[in-house]
């Protein structure tokens, strides 16, 4: 596997920006996906990240990320459009392609599929403008779409080129799903896919993400054959490491960065 497609998320690791990006460079890393939080990270501004990024040689391959926008009420659409712009302005200056939109877990939401596609088109319009694209991730806890098998009907019938999706692998174990019919999605409409690893435990979804992840291979998942189905795509982007964990938060930046890639060239070895 060409290294140059692999990434590790900023949130993996504790510390500041500079020991991360190095770290995750030093580990092999070509790509990380970068936050908002890691943007304003230095009282001297934006800058600062920019410059860590191509002093490391390193993608931003992906921004985390947007909350909350489709199916929402009229009166908070122009709230949404706005925020919406500002992370799209935010990815031009760091020369960020892809941001992730979480499936909306807000309680006065709507599940009405047509708003939902008419909002996802509206912001492919809006990316498109800016030259970048959207990555829509079905989450676990999703109060209408949770399942990967309905975020990607809803994508082909938004059938923008703007908008894909994300295939995380900790969302589809956490739910039990089937991961065979990933087979059946256009690999051009996968615009990341992330992987993690879980325990064997009965716990909340959100608990479980936030705090519990493994780095993929370490945990009780069948990860391989998530991405034998990846590969029967013809996906050709990004692999990701989005593992969050209360516990590597302690840890050595650099072990952790090790440990990750290891981890997921031990996955990715013969494809």
Known sequence: MDRSRLSCTTVTFGGKLPEKLRAIKIAGFGATEIWPR???????????AMDL???????????????????MPDR???????????????????????LVLCSNI??????????????????GDLAKSFGVRVAWEPICWGRWISDYRDAWDIVRRVDHSNIGMV??????????????????????????????????????????S?????????????????LDQVDMTSYNGFYSVEVFNSYYLTL??????ERAMRSLEALLADR
């Open 38 to 48: 890691d943007y304003y990270e230095h009282n001297e501004g934006p800058d600062i």
């Open 106 to 123: 807000a309680p006065d939401s709507s599940g009405d599929k047509g708003r939902i596609i008419d909002d996802l088109r509206l912001l």
């Open 167 to 208: 295939l995380d692998s900790f969302h589809v174990f956490a739910l039990e799903l089937p991961v065979e019919p990933i087979s059946d999605i256009d690999g051009d409409k996968i615009f990341l896919v992330e992987v993690a690893d879980l325990p064997k435990v009965k716990l909340d979804f959100l608990e479980l």
């Open 53 to 71: 990024l191509e002093a490391n040689k390193l993608v931003p391959c992906a921004y985390q990320n947007l909350r909350n926008f489709e199916g």
């Open 252 to 257: 050595d930046v650099q072990l952790v960065a």
């Open 76 to 98: 908070l659409r122009t709230r949404k459009i706005n925020i919406a712009t500002q992370l799209f302005d935010q990815m031009r200056l760091l020369g960020c392609e892809t």
């Open 210 to 226: 936030r705090g519990f992840r493994f780095f993929p291979g370490e945990g009780f998942t069948p990860i391989r054959s998530f």
